[in-house]
């Protein structure tokens, strides 16, 4: 399967970066996931990529926003990660697994997003993301990663290579926020596989 999918998003990243061929003008992967909503309260917003905060209260709801995260069992070991739509609670994609990390899980969701949403021209979204290295290495268009080139890892550096190819030659407007678990709960994207 790993194999498979790597070859169908190295075919697919001509026009976004990574685009499965499962995708449907949808959403990709395997459909919905169960519904949920971000915890409401009277939390500050959190900056995104520049200016003043986009929301007050806590996080985006309604149409305005999707969440991503990542899961590795092991560091490393089999990664995989997914997008939910705030308002509907529904899964925009997921993929993996394959053999990686979490941070890089992480990167390679907000920058799978952020094709998506230019793909389909969607201008009016924002991305959370609870991971600050992910949000940092979009930021400086580069995965910073420690994990060992080899074999193993060769399929997952050439997708990382993709993103940050498509980082370098997109103009990148949509806020990316960093999701405050303290405050607001675990991201609605999560897997739920902590222990």
């Keep these: 399967m790993q194999g498979r999918q790597t070859k169908d998003i190295s075919k697919n990243?001509?026009?976004?970066?990574?685009?499965?061929?499962?995708?449907?003008?949808?959403?990709?992967?395997q459909g919905a996931s169960s519904p949920s909503s971000p915890t409401k309260g009277g939390m500050k917003g959190v900056p995104g990529p520049s200016g003043p905060p986009p929301f007050v209260g806590g996080p985006v709801g309604?149409?305005?926003?999707?969440?991503?995260?990542?899961?590795?069992?092991?560091?490393?070991?089999?990664?995989?990660?997914?997008?939910?739509d705030l308002q509907t609670g529904e899964r925009v994609f997921h993929f993996g697994p394959m053999h990686g990390t979490n941070n890089i899980g992480e990167f390679l969701a907000i920058v799978h997003a952020l094709a998506l949403l230019e793909r389909r021209g969607v201008t009016d979204k924002a991305i959370y993301s609870d991971s600050y290295n992910a949000i940092l290495w979009v930021r400086k268009k580069q995965c910073k990663t420690k994990l060992k080139r080899n074999a193993t890892t060769e399929p997952l550096y050439q997708i990382i290579a993709r993103a940050e190819q498509w980082l370098r030659t997109h103009t990148v407007t949509t806020p990316i926020i960093k999701w405050e678990t303290k405050l607001w709960g675990e991201i609605p994207a999560d897997f739920g596989n902590k222990k």
């Design 13 to 29: 990243m001509k026009t976004s970066y990574p685009q499965p061929n499962n995708c449907t003008a949808s959403g990709c992967g």
């Design 62 to 84: 309604g149409t305005g926003a999707w969440a991503v995260d990542a899961a590795c069992s092991g560091n490393p070991g089999p990664m995989e990660y997914q997008c939910v």
